[in-house]
């Protein structure tokens, strides 16, 4: 919108909250991809197949998706932080944290993926 404001605005209709209709984007966009089933903002992202399903969605030339496995998550998480970074969206993920955690921070995670939405979207 124009002059800031809360990207997530357009998203919360008839009120609820932005973590839930963020989360309803996410799964609209990553639905019928493999390994893929975001239910949260902590362990559906633990394997990084999410972040790699939702970016490409938008850039698909950027992500290698059908050599993706779910045990492979340092190559997973690099290859969409990559990604992301290559089309102007910072990472604020720890690499090394994201692997080794089986529940990372929800709002690490949601702020993240609040900044996909916000360069793809808005």
Same mark, same amino acid.
Request: aromatic share 10%; proline share 6%.
């Given at each position: 919108?124009?002059?800031?404001?809360?990207?997530?605005? *357009? %998203? &919360?209709k008839?009120?609820?909250?932005?973590?839930?209709? /963020?989360?309803k984007?996410?799964? *609209?966009?990553t639905q019928? @991809?493999?390994?893929? +089933? =975001?239910?949260?903002?902590s362990?559906?992202?633990n +394997?990084?197949?999410?972040?790699?399903?939702? =970016?490409?969605? @938008? &850039?698909? +030339?950027k992500?290698?998706y059908? #050599? %993706?496995?779910? *045990? !492979?998550k340092?190559?997973?998480?690099?290859?969409?932080?990559e990604?992301?970074?290559? &089309?102007? =969206?910072?990472?604020? /993920?720890? %690499?090394?944290?994201? &692997? *080794?955690? !089986?529940?990372? +921070?929800?709002?690490?995670?949601? #702020? @993240?993926?609040?900044? =996909?939405y916000?360069h793809? !979207?808005?």
């Amino acid at each position: 919108p124009i002059g800031g404001g809360d990207p997530l605005a *357009s %998203l &919360v209709k008839n009120g609820g909250s932005k973590r839930n209709a /963020l989360l309803k984007w996410c799964q *609209s966009k990553t639905q019928g @991809y493999v390994d893929v +089933d =975001i239910t949260n903002f902590s362990s559906s992202w633990n +394997d990084g197949m999410a972040f790699n399903a939702l =970016i490409h969605g @938008y &850039v698909p +030339d950027k992500i290698p998706y059908s #050599t %993706l496995k779910p *045990s !492979e998550k340092r190559r997973n998480f690099k290859i969409a932080f990559e990604a992301a970074e290559a &089309v102007g =969206i910072p990472s604020c /993920l720890n %690499l090394t944290e994201m &692997v *080794s955690i !089986e529940r990372p +921070d929800w709002q690490q995670i949601m #702020t @993240y993926v609040t900044n =996909i939405y916000k360069h793809f !979207e808005t």
